[in-house]
């Protein structure tokens, strides 16, 4: 289910891997793709064929996840961040995370076309003035979306 996330926190307690090996089946639901565009495809065969579980600073080094925290605290550092993504565009967000599920899939140079594309659109926004402009004006932007 982690893999499924645009951004993953951990516990210092947490555990993750892929064992599904040790029931005689594979990962299922895009866990073999997601691990390999997550970390490598040399860490996601070496998970997957092994079954072996990894610790969160672990998943950290090999960007299975974003950042630990000690348990007590992930619950604030991930509202904190919510938060603070909450405050951008909400337009630039789904662009950005348009342009990002496509780094690692299809043609290169079609990819590129997409953020460029995305890139020119943003710019006749609302969402673009008033960023700009909050920026100028050395005040926080107020978005809305369009």
């Not at 892929?18 to 997601?34: A, D, F, S, Y």
């Not at 970390?39 to 996840?65: M, P, W």
Request: hydrophobic letters at 45%.
């Amino acid at each position: 289910m982690a893999l499924a996330c645009d951004i993953r926190l951990a516990s210092t307690s947490a555990r993750f891997g892929q064992p599904e090996i040790n029931l005689g089946v594979i990962p299922g639901w895009g866990g073999t793709v997601r691990l390999a565009r997550a970390t490598s495809v040399g860490f996601a065969k070496e998970l997957i064929f092994s079954g072996r579980l990894v610790d969160a600073d672990e998943a950290r080094e090999r960007g299975l996840v974003n950042a630990v925290h000690e348990p007590d605290e992930l619950v604030d550092a991930a509202v904190d961040l919510a938060t603070s993504m909450s405050q951008k565009s909400p337009l630039a967000m789904a662009y950005a995370k348009e342009s990002l599920g496509l780094a690692l899939q299809g043609d290169y140079k079609e990819s590129l076309e997409t953020e460029g594309r995305l890139f020119s659109m943003i710019f006749a926004s609302a969402d673009q003035a008033e960023g700009m402009s909050a920026f100028i004006e050395k005040r926080d932007p107020e978005f809305i979306g369009r």
